[in-house]
Every structure is written in structure tokens, then in C-alpha cells.
């Protein structure tokens, strides 16, 4: 039998997937601009940079593998080296695009290394995820010391706010740029013994919501994830709230706690171009609405 001779165009547009082939206006293989077409929405956050805090492990991590997944080169980042190491090898193992660095965000050096970082290494900042959290109190409200008002204020509340103050000449130039704070659900349904983490959290609500009305004229969104309880060191740790509240989600929810990656679509969502008119939302993932 006589070998099919097909030329390199038709091969291309064999190998792409049928679903792909429908979007034709008429049979003939695809222009190389409609091939890249179809690769940008695969691919959404194509030519992009994030930078993510708390990156190493945990829903930062997710979420650095996700926005990496769909294109975006992403700047990871925490407080201890060995763990920036491990993360930055699995994600380059995957054959995604990372650069690591050290950043305790509390400390005023660790986040101007961490911006000169990322435009040493990618040229400009498209997008900052603040993951970063922490809880050191469980405890009385009123019976908290100031250290800890401080530590759980500066980490949890200060940080994002003066890191996007340092990064926010970059972004702006960009265009299309976006924010993505994390909250809890604890900012909606106050958690007993965690009285400054609650605080902590409700006060990124506001900052959501002041940073959206001040960036918008620069064109840049900021958004907020608002997580129940995620499966992870903090999540389920022994200051974590399930050890201190009836389990919400069995009660009003889809009856399971929630994995990192539950959190991950919606903050590339938030940064793609299909989000580009939705900003100071804050955005709950937790199996459970704890709204009215
Ligand atoms: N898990 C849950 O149920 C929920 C979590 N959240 C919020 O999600 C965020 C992430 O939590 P989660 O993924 O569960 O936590 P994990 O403990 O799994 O991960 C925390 C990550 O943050 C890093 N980190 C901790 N402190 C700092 C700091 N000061 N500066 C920079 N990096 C830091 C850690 O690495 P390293 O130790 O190297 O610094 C690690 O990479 C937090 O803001 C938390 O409040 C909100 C609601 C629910
Ligand atoms: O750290 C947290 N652990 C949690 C568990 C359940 C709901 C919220 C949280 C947190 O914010």
C-alpha cells in the first residue's frame, strides 16, 4: 500500500484534539494563530509572574502549582531555606517555571529581597498571592500580650499591605495585574480561643475591600480567598480549629474537609483575564457558606 504523504500543517492539525478541531469556521488545517490561541486558554496565565508568599507547602504551595500549571512563572517564597529548596525541586521536577527565595514576611529585609528577587529574575510582577499566616495564640483575647498582637498583626495583616506597597510600581506598569489576599472563615464565625487570629483575618476583609477601591484606578484587582478548614500542617494542627469547634462542614456542608488544591483554581481564576472586572470580592472555600 502506498505511505499517505501529509504535509507538516496537516500533521499539526492531526495531532491536535478533536475538541480543539470543532472551533473551525471551515475544515483546513489551523493557522499558527489560531494554534496559539488554543495553547493561551490551555494556558491563561501565559508570560505572567507571581509572586506568592508562604509558598513552600500547603495552600500556598498548591496555589504556586496551579498558576505555574497554567502558564505563569512563579516566585515562591518562606521563612526557611530547606523548605524553599524542596519546594522549588518538586515544581522544576514538574517541569514548571520557579524561582525560590527566602521571605519571612515580617521582617522589613526579607520582603525587599524578596521583590528584588523577582525582578532580577522574571523582569516584573503580574501578580501577588498573600499566603502567609500564622497563629501563635490559644488563648483569651483580652489576656493576649502585645508581642503577640504584634507578631499575629505585622505576619498576618501589615505584611501584605507593605510588601504590595513595595511591588506596586512594578505591577502598575504591566497592566492587568491582580491581588489575592487569604482570609479564613474564622473572620465570619469567630472561633473561641483564637479571638486575634478572628481579628486578623476579619481586618483582611477590610484591606480586600480598601486596597480594590485604591488600585482600581491603576488597574489593578484585589481579591480575597476566604478557606475553611484545609488539610494541612496548620489546618489541622493542634492550635487549628477543628479542635475547637463542632465540625462546621459536617453539619452545613458537603460533608469533608477541604484539600489544598480545593483552593487553587479559584486564585488562577481570580488572576486570568476571565477575571478582569471582578475586584474587592472575598471569595469563600469551604464546603459551607458562613454568610447570610
Ligand atoms: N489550613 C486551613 O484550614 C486554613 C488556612 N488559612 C490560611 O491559609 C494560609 C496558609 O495556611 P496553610 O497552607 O494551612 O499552612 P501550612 O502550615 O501548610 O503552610 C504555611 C506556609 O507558610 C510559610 N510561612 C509560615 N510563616 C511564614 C512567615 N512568617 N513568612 C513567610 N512564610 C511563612 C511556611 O513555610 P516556612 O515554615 O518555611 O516559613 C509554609 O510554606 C494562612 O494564612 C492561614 O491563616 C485560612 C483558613 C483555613
Ligand atoms: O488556621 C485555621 N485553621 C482553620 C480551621 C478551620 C477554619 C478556619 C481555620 C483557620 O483559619
Given at each position: 500500500?502506498?505511505?499517505?504523504?501529509?504535509?507538516?500543517?496537516?500533521?499539526?492539525?492531526?495531532?491536535?484534539?478533536?475538541?480543539?478541531?470543532?472551533?473551525?469556521?471551515?475544515?483546513?488545517?489551523?493557522?499558527?494563530?489560531?494554534?496559539?490561541?488554543?495553547?493561551?486558554?490551555?494556558?491563561?496565565?501565559?508570560?505572567?509572574?507571581?509572586?506568592?508568599?508562604?509558598?513552600?507547602?500547603?495552600?500556598?504551595?498548591?496555589?504556586?502549582?496551579?498558576?505555574?500549571?497554567?502558564?505563569?512563572?512563579?516566585?515562591?517564597?518562606?521563612?526557611?531555606?530547606?523548605?524553599?529548596?524542596?519546594?522549588?525541586?518538586?515544581?522544576?521536577?514538574?517541569?514548571?517555571?520557579?524561582?525560590?527565595?527566602?521571605?519571612?514576611?515580617?521582617?522589613?529585609?526579607?520582603?525587599?529581597?524578596?521583590?528584588?528577587?523577582?525582578?532580577?529574575?522574571?523582569?516584573?510582577?503580574?501578580?501577588?498571592?498573600?499566603?502567609?499566616?500564622?497563629?501563635?495564640?490559644?488563648?483569651?483575647?483580652?489576656?493576649?500580650?502585645?508581642?503577640?498582637?504584634?507578631?499575629?498583626?505585622?505576619?498576618?495583616?501589615?505584611?501584605?499591605?507593605?510588601?504590595?506597597?513595595?511591588?506596586?510600581?512594578?505591577?502598575?506598569?504591566?497592566?492587568?495585574?491582580?491581588?489575592?489576599?487569604?482570609?479564613?472563615v474564622?473572620?465570619y464565625l469567630?472561633?473561641?480561643?483564637?479571638?486575634?487570629?478572628?481579628?486578623?483575618?476579619?481586618?483582611?476583609?477590610?484591606?480586600?475591600?480598601?486596597?480594590?477601591?485604591?488600585?482600581?484606578?491603576?488597574?489593578?484587582?484585589?481579591?480575597?480567598?476566604v478557606p475553611g478548614?484545609?488539610?494541612?500542617?496548620?489546618?489541622?494542627?493542634?492550635?487549628?480549629?477543628?479542635?475547637?469547634?463542632?465540625?462546621l462542614n459536617?453539619i452545613y456542608g458537603l460533608?469533608?474537609?477541604?484539600?489544598?488544591?480545593?483552593?487553587?483554581?479559584?486564585?488562577?481564576?481570580?488572576?486570568?483575564?476571565?477575571?478582569?472586572?471582578?475586584?474587592?470580592?472575598n471569595i469563600v472555600v469551604a464546603g459551607f457558606s458562613p454568610k447570610l
Open positions: 500500500m502506498e505511505e499517505e504523504k501529509v504535509s507538516p500543517m496537516a500533521a499539526m492539525f492531526r495531532s491536535v484534539p478533536q475538541i480543539f478541531r470543532g472551533r473551525q469556521c471551515a475544515p483546513g488545517p489551523l493557522s499558527a494563530r489560531m494554534l496559539s490561541k488554543i495553547a493561551d486558554e490551555k494556558r491563561p496565565l501565559a508570560d505572567k509572574v507571581a509572586v506568592i508568599t508562604g509558598s513552600t507547602k500547603g495552600i500556598g504551595f498548591a496555589i504556586a502549582q496551579r498558576l505555574a500549571q497554567n502558564g505563569a512563572h512563579v516566585v515562591i517564597s518562606s521563612r526557611k531555606q530547606q523548605n524553599v529548596d524542596r519546594a522549588v525541586a518538586m515544581l522544576k521536577e514538574e517541569g514548571l517555571s520557579v524561582t525560590g527565595t527566602v521571605c519571612h514576611v515580617g521582617k522589613a529585609k526579607d520582603r525587599q529581597h524578596l521583590v528584588a528577587t523577582a525582578l532580577e529574575h522574571s523582569g516584573g510582577v503580574d501578580f501577588l498571592v498573600c499566603v502567609a499566616g500564622v497563629n501563635p495564640l490559644v488563648g483569651s483575647t483580652l489576656g493576649a500580650s502585645e508581642q503577640i498582637w504584634d507578631k499575629i498583626l505585622d505576619v498576618n495583616v501589615k505584611s501584605p499591605a507593605l510588601l504590595l506597597s513595595q511591588l506596586l510600581p512594578h505591577m502598575e506598569k504591566r497592566g492587568g495585574s491582580s491581588v489575592v489576599l487569604v482570609s479564613s474564622v473572620a469567630p472561633v473561641p480561643k483564637l479571638g486575634v487570629y478572628n481579628t486578623s483575618k476579619a481586618a483582611l476583609l477590610g484591606l480586600c475591600k480598601s486596597l480594590a477601591i485604591e488600585l482600581a484606578p491603576k488597574g489593578i484587582r484585589v481579591n480575597c480567598l478548614i484545609i488539610k494541612t500542617d496548620f489546618g489541622l494542627g493542634e492550635k487549628a480549629v477543628p479542635n475547637l469547634l463542632p465540625d459536617k460533608q469533608r474537609l477541604g484539600e489544598p488544591e480545593d483552593c487553587a483554581g479559584i486564585v488562577s481564576f481570580l488572576c486570568s483575564p476571565d477575571a478582569k472586572y471582578i475586584t474587592g470580592e
